[in-house]
């Protein structure tokens, strides 16, 4: 469960205004490889995904 804990301080990070791209990437990065660790839908993990290259395209990191 404390990969839970630890998405969901991922996502408060996220959610902060005014955060540096290469940051929000990481962490999301971070997020999905969390998915896939513990056996999240590939589904959920491919969002995750889909945010990270939102971001890099110029778009918001949606929340989860």
Same mark, same amino acid.
């Given at each position: *469960?404390?990969? *839970? ?5 991922? @996502?408060? /990070? #996220? %959610?902060?205004? *005014? ?8 962490? /999301? @990065?971070? #997020? %999905?490889? /969390? =998915? =896939? ?7 959920? !993990?491919? *969002?995750?995904? @889909?945010? #990270?290259? %939102? !971001? /890099?395209?110029?778009?918001? %990191?949606?929340?989860?």
């Amino acid at each position: *469960k404390s990969h *839970k804990s630890a998405t969901r301080q991922f @996502e408060m /990070l #996220i %959610a902060m205004p *005014k955060q540096q791209q290469r940051d929000v990437v990481r962490w /999301l @990065e971070m #997020i %999905a490889d /969390l =998915q =896939q660790r513990f056996g999240a839908n590939p589904q959920v !993990v491919r *969002k995750t995904l @889909e945010r #990270i290259q %939102a !971001v /890099l395209t110029g778009g918001k %990191a949606l929340r989860n």
